[in-house]
């Protein structure tokens, strides 16, 4: 391949811009729902690592914590999560998913490996899987163990497709896209 510019052959350059493109490909699915891409974070997350204090979970999801507040209100209220009193320390507030939100998650993870098959349409299953562990290796440790590196981006999850036993369950919202204003990191 000849380089068109200077960049072009450039992984940091080309890693970019493939990351823009997932992010527009995860915001197309989500539009006309009523959740964006950091409440399937957080779901994504406690549904894989349990229940949470709401301090951890933000810096594992790499949101402020203010952010996560107004998030998990939106989730709460439509039943997808609930915060109760942590036993230890009655000012914090633990939070774990509903029946309901895991029922939306699976929704949701239907958009994402949608997403992933547009994305990767011109690989091979093999090649798939070959990018998948590139990328993993590639990450700064602190992401292969939990942190995301960016708001909403569940670690927990790859390209590799979705569980053998993810079924499609039924459609996430219907109200009008909440634009997430991120356009950086997949």
Not at 4 to 14: E, F, G, M, N, Y
Not at 70 to 84: H, K, M, N, P, Q
Request: hydrophobic letters at 35%; a negative charge.
């Amino acid at each position: 391949m000849t380089p068109t510019h200077r960049l072009s052959d450039r992984v940091v350059w080309l890693v970019g811009r493939a990351s823009l493109r997932a992010q527009r490909l995860i915001a197309d699915r989500f539009v006309g729902g009523d959740l964006r891409k950091q409440h399937y974070g957080i779901l994504a997350s406690l549904a894989d690592r349990g229940p949470a204090t709401q301090a951890p979970l933000a810096d594992r999801l790499g949101l402020d914590r203010s952010d996560l507040v107004s998030l998990l209100d939106d989730l709460e209220a439509r039943g997808y999560v609930v915060r109760r009193p942590d036993p230890g320390d009655r000012r914090r507030k633990i939070v774990e998913i509903t029946p309901r939100g895991g029922t939306a998650l699976m929704s949701l993870d239907q958009l994402v490996y949608a997403a992933d098959d547009e994305m990767l349409a011109d690989l091979s299953p093999g090649e798939r899987e070959t990018l998948a562990r590139l990328l993993e290796r590639i990450l700064p440790a602190a992401d292969r163990n939990g942190a995301a590196p960016h708001p909403g981006s569940p670690p927990e999850h790859t390209c590799a497709g979705p569980p053998a036993d993810a079924g499609s369950g039924p459609a996430v919202g219907s109200g009008p896209a909440v634009g997430s204003g991120d356009d950086g990191g997949a």
